[in-house]
C-alpha cells in the first residue's frame, strides 16, 4: 500500500509583462467628457473663433454643441435622482415663452441647448455621478481661466496686437468675455492666497487685476472690486469695524462707479486704465435695458419668447437672429415674463435658504469662495445678458457655479460620522468652488 501524500498549496508563479493584466489607471468617461466642454467652449470664446476661416468657426461651434449634447446623455443617463423642482420650473418657464414666440424654430434650438445645458451642470440632477461630473468641468474652468489670464497678461507685456474686438482681448474673441475670466481668475487666487499664504497665488492675483483693469469691461471690474472686499472683510471680521469699512468700500464701487473711476485713473497707470477713461461710467446699456422692459410690458407673463426679441429693437442682429439684452435679470423678465422670473427668483432663494441654514457647516475657505463669487455674479448679471446663452462660456461657467453651490450644500448637510469617544475637530469637507476639492 502506498502512501498518498497531502497536497500542498499551489505555488504562485510570477507571470510575465506582456501577460499580466494591465494595472494602468483608466480616466473616467465623464472626466474626459467635462474635458471636452470645457476646451470647447474656451475654444468658441477664444480668438480661433475670431480669427479662423469660417469653416473654422463652424467646426468650433458644432463641436461644442457636440460636447454638451454628450455631457447631458452622461448625466441623465445615470439617473434622476432627487430633482431640484426650483429649476425645473425654471426650464418649464422658458418653454412656455415660446407659445408667443415670433420667431419659434430659432428660440426652440436655443431652448433645448439651454435645457440641456442646465441638466448636464445646472443644480437640477444630484446624484453622485452628476456630482462628480460638475466637479470634473469646474476643475477644467478653474484651472483654464487662470491658464488664460496668465498667457493674456503675458501677450500685453510681450507688446503683441490686440486681435479680437475691444480694448484688450489678450487670447479671447472680446474684451467683455476676458474681463469676467480674468475676475474670476483673480478671486480664485486671492481665496487661495489668503487661506494657504502662498506668494505665488498672489501674483496671479495682481496679474488678473491687471487683466481685468486692461480689459476695460466696468460690470466685471466692479464685481471683481466687490468680491476682492468681501474676502478682506470676511478676513478682519475679528475687527467688525474695519470689516465693515471694507465692505462698505465694495458696496460704494458698485453704487457710485464715477467717483470710484476717477480714484482708480489717479491711483494706476495711465496705459492700463485708458480703457476705462474713454468709457467713463457713463450707462450705454440704457437703450438695451429700456428695449427689454418694453417687451416686458408687452407680455408680461410669459415674455416674447426664449433667447428673442423684437427684430426693430436695441441689441438686435440682423444676421445672426441673436440679441444683446445688457442685463440677465432684464432678459429673464422680457423673454420669459413674470413666470421666468418667479420660477428664477425660487432657485435663486431656496439656495439663499438653504446656504444660510448651513453656514456653519462649511469651512472657512469654502465661506470666503461662496461669498466672492456671489457677489460678482450678482453685480455681472445685471450688466450682461448670458443667463440664456447656450453658446456663451460665461453662460456655462454660471450656471455650473449654480450646480457645484447645490453639491457643497448638499455635502455639508449630510451628518458628520462620529467615531465611538472621538469627536471631530475637523469641519464637513464640502465641494471645492475652484479647482481641486473632494469628491462627493
Not at 471636452?36 to 480668438?47: D, I, N, Q, T
Not at 415660446?98 to 436655443?110: D, I, K, P
Not at 460665461?394 to 450644500?409: C, E, S
Request: hydrophobic content about 50%.
Amino acid at each position: 500500500m502506498t502512501g498518498a501524500t497531502a497536497a500542498g498549496p499551489i505555488p504562485r508563479t510570477r507571470t510575465s509583462g506582456a501577460l499580466a493584466p494591465s494595472r494602468a489607471k483608466r480616466i473616467p468617461l465623464g472626466a474626459c467628457l467635462a474635458f471636452a466642454l470645457g476646451a470647447a467652449y474656451f475654444a468658441r470664446a477664444s480668438l480661433l473663433a475670431y480669427v479662423g476661416s469660417q469653416w473654422t468657426i463652424q467646426f468650433v461651434s458644432q463641436v461644442s454643441i457636440a460636447a454638451l449634447m454628450a455631457a447631458c446623455v452622461y448625466v441623465v443617463a445615470g439617473g434622476l435622482g432627487r430633482l431640484q423642482w426650483s429649476g425645473v420650473c425654471f426650464i418649464s418657464a422658458g418653454g412656455a415663452s415660446l407659445w408667443h414666440c415670433e420667431t419659434l424654430e430659432f428660440s426652440l434650438t436655443r431652448w433645448a441647448g439651454w435645457a440641456m445645458m442646465l441638466l448636464a451642470v445646472g443644480p437640477i440632477i444630484g446624484t453622485p455621478l452628476a456630482r462628480n461630473f460638475r466637479r470634473s468641468a469646474m476643475d477644467v474652468l478653474s484651472a483654464a481661466v487662470v491658464v488664460v489670464t496668465l498667457v493674456s497678461a503675458g501677450w500685453w507685456l510681450a507688446g503683441l496686437p490686440n486681435l479680437g474686438r475691444g480694448d484688450f482681448t489678450g487670447v479671447m474673441w472680446h474684451s467683455m468675455t476676458l474681463g469676467p475670466i480674468a475676475a474670476l481668475a483673480g478671486l480664485t487666487a486671492l481665496t487661495r492666497a489668503m487661506s494657504r499664504g502662498s506668494i505665488a497665488w498672489y501674483g496671479v492675483f495682481a496679474a488678473a487685476a491687471g487683466v481685468v483693469t486692461l480689459a476695460a469691461s466696468r460690470s466685471a471690474l466692479a464685481g471683481f472690486v466687490l468680491g476682492v472686499m468681501i474676502l478682506v472683510a470676511m478676513k478682519l471680521k475679528r475687527r467688525p469695524f474695519l470689516s465693515a469699512a471694507v465692505l462698505l468700500v465694495g458696496v460704494v464701487v458698485v453704487v457710485a462707479p464715477e467717483a470710484s473711476l476717477c480714484f482708480l485713473t489717479g491711483a494706476l497707470p495711465e496705459n492700463l486704465t485708458a480703457g476705462l477713461l474713454r468709457k467713463s461710467w457713463d450707462h450705454t446699456r440704457e437703450a438695451h435695458w429700456d428695449a427689454r422692459w418694453e417687451e416686458f410690458l408687452f407680455s408680461p407673463l410669459t415674455g416674447v419668447g426664449f433667447a428673442s426679441g423684437w427684430e426693430d429693437t436695441a441689441g438686435y442682429n440682423e444676421e445672426s437672429g441673436a440679441i444683446e439684452t445688457g442685463s440677465s435679470y432684464l432678459s429673464i423678465l422680457s423673454m420669459t415674463g413674470a413666470l421666468g422670473a418667479s420660477a428664477f427668483g425660487w432657485l435663486v432663494a431656496s439656495a439663499m435658504h438653504r446656504t444660510v441654514k448651513l453656514w456653519r457647516r462649511i469651512d472657512e475657505r469654502r465661506q470666503m469662495e461662496l461669498a466672492c463669487f456671489a457677489g460678482f455674479w450678482i453685480v455681472h448679471l445685471g450688466a450682461e445678458g448670458y443667463v440664456y446663452g447656450v453658446g456663451s462660456l460665461l453662460g456655462l461657467t454660471f450656471w455650473l457655479w449654480m450646480g457645484r453651490l447645490r453639491d457643497q450644500l448638499d455635502t455639508a448637510a449630510k451628518p458628520s460620522p462620529l467615531r465611538v469617544g472621538v469627536i471631530s475637530r475637523t469641519p464637513l469637507a464640502p465641494v471645492d468652488f475652484s479647482c481641486g476639492g473632494p469628491a462627493v
